[in-house]
């Protein structure tokens, strides 16, 4: 049984190995992997994969929400008219393990991360509460790791 995308929206899973510290590299990626999806109404992207999965690489990069990096993610989302959810590490009064929803529109949800794991529990300050975001997929909850 095939599906119409317009009347059944997907979401795609886009895995892949950020470069550690080569944020220029890993939205270069995040961009092709988006356009060559463009059939998904919701691309969802690893655990701080602007920066790549690095405690200190990601501290020395964090960023504000919404900020510079959401800026680029929310032109790859225009461009491609998909919603991305994305890791990467905000920088708020302290450091937090993100994801964020990235539409068209700009930064729709931000989660952040709650059970930091090994060395994250030094690094990351931890959220304190669960995230739902409505998209053309329908809702979403967050979760970063486990």
Known sequence: MTHDTATHPTVGACQFEPAIGDEDANIATIRHLASA?????VLVFPELAVT????????????????????????IAAETETTLVVGLPERDDDVYNDLVAVSGDGVEAVYRKQYAWGDEAGAFRTGDSPVTVETPAGTLGFLLCY
């Not at 999806?37 to 109404?41: E, L, S, V, Y």
């Open 37 to 41: 999806n463009r059939d998904a109404a």
């Open 52 to 75: 790549g999965y690095d405690v200190d690489t990601a501290i020395k990069a964090a960023t504000p929400v919404p900020g510079p990096i959401t800026e680029r993610l929310r032109d």
